[in-house]
């Protein structure tokens, strides 16, 4: 069989002090952290949109990123190639679970039909691959984003052809991911959006979301596809206002359209940070309506507006996540997903390995030092502490519901001015940066 990555052993796990290219110094698959074994709380993912199809072009210049094993042809013969390349890389990377769009791994062809024929032709190599390798998909999606019928949105589009031709997509890009085990199908709503209210029925656009939402629950369950589906909030790129623009809006577009019982969402880092909003926010929003699903893991470059999805080295950001992640006990379905690309210069195909071995290291340490936080107790404590008044009996009663605005006013009256706590934030960081070891 031949080889894609001759240059590249198995990574295996070397301890935090070792110094090797090809190591992790944190990763360590089989131990057991915060009641699982690593490899199971993390659920590590590689994007093959990123990881096969990226060129690493810019808006100023041509890819950069060599593929030997790629023709650069749209056959199909190639993309099976692909397939070969990216498991092999999945397998000396220890990454267990991937995710795609239905166009980066099968060509597009010049009708639904022939379209449909190339994506079962490379899902076949798929799913012999997974089979030979024990290896995942934790999500699949279609691309309703690329092509330039859906310029003016897909299930948002002003033109009822084009929706349809996205709900051709969806019904075989969910069967797809079924065929292949799946875990879940993946909703990011691409060009769900609108450049200007000039020339956009807003209202009108939603609805068709939400209906088109509920066509595929509805295929789902005809199907009998047994995966989590998810949203993926993100707030600018490529439309100037994106529908789903974070966690807040998902789940209120969700609970309106009597959708919520059929999503959670999948949150990514770049996302939030274009929200506004940190990822920690993000997630906890998900997580306090039951609604947190899945993570795509990269973050953005600091100081800049839009979508870099570099890997994610930063350790402090990953221990934020990961403290989410065990609060809410831990992944079921969902996992961590590298929607990550390396920069531009990065284009060697060991570079490949080297940003995932970054990311995979980083979020092993932040899982880590995130048990470490929970098991000291310090700042949960400080947390409970802070609210402890609302555990007396006038706390009870307001959240019970059992008082009202004028016994309130009464009690306040009585009580007199209260004593107020400092909230110690700088004192809760430094307890926080103890656990960072990197
Ligand atoms: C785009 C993005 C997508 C989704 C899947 O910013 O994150 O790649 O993750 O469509
Ligand atoms: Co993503």
Redesign the pocket.
């Known amino acids: 069989m031949t080889e894609y990555f001759p240059d590249v052993p198995e990574i295996r796990y070397a301890g935090p002090d070792a110094v090797d290219e090809f190591v992790f110094r944190h990763y360590d698959r089989e131990r057991p952290v915060a009641g699982r074994r690593m490899d199971e709380q993390l659920r590590f993912a590689s ?1 093959y ?1 990123h990881t096969m199809r990226n060129p690493l072009s810019d808006p100023f210049g041509a890819g950069t990123a060599r593929m030997p094993w790629d023709d650069g042809s749209d056959s199909v013969q190639n993309a099976r190639r692909r397939v070969e390349a990216f498991f092999e890389f999945l397998q000396k990377c220890g990454i267990d679970w991937y995710c795609f ?1 239905d166009r980066d791994v099968a060509p597009e062809g010049s009708d639904i039909a022939e379209s449909e024929r190339n994506l079962d032709a490379v899902v076949e190599t798929l799913a012999e691959a997974q089979s030979r390798s024990g290896r995942r998909l934790l999500w699949g ?1 279609a691309c309703l984003f690329t092509h330039p019928r859906y310029v003016h949105g897909a299930a948002t589009s002003c033109l009822v052809e084009v929706y349809a031709h996205a709900a051709a997509q969806v019904c075989k890009a969910m069967e797809a991911t079924m065929h292949l085990g799946g875990a879940g199908y ?1 909703f ?1 709503g ?1 060009r769900e959006g609108y450049s200007s209210l000039l020339n956009t029925d807003m209202k009108r656009e939603l609805s068709h979301l939400a209906r088109f939402l509920h066509l595929a629950v509805e295929h789902k369950h005809r199907i009998g596809f047994t995966g989590q589906l998810y949203i ?1 909030p ?1 707030p600018k ?1 490529p439309t100037t206002h994106q529908y789903d623009s974070d966690a807040a809006a998902c789940l209120n577009f969700l609970r309106e359209h009597d959708l919520l019982e059929h999503f959670t969402l999948n949150i ?1 880092t770049n ?1 939030a940070e274009l929200a506004g909003h940190s990822m920690r926010h993000e997630l906890q929003v998900a997580r306090s309506a039951g609604a947190l699903g899945s993570i ?1 893991a990269n973050i953005g470059t600091a100081h800049l507006g839009w ?1 870099t999805d570099c890997f994610p080295g930063n350790l402090y950001l990953a221990t934020e996540v990961m403290l989410e992640v065990l609060a809410m006990g831990g992944f079921t379905t969902g996992g961590l997903n590298f ?1 990550a690309k390396r920069r531009r210069e990065s284009f060697e195909p060991r570079d490949l390995f080297h940003a995932h071995i970054l990311g995979m290291d980083t979020f092993a340490a932040g899982l880590e030092a995130a048990d470490a936080i929970r098991a000291d107790g310090t700042i949960d404590s400080f947390i409970a502490e802070r609210y402890a008044s609302w555990d007396s009996e006038l706390g009870r009663r307001i959240e019970s519901g059992s008082i009202t605005l004028a016994e309130l006013r009464d009690h306040a009256i009585v009580a007199g001015e209260p004593t107020i706590g400092s909230g110690r934030q700088e004192r809760l960081e430094s307890i926080f940066n103890r656990f960072l070891r990197g």
């Open positions: 994007a949109w769009h999606t993946v990011w691409g993926e993100k790129e990514e996302h795509d979508d929607d």
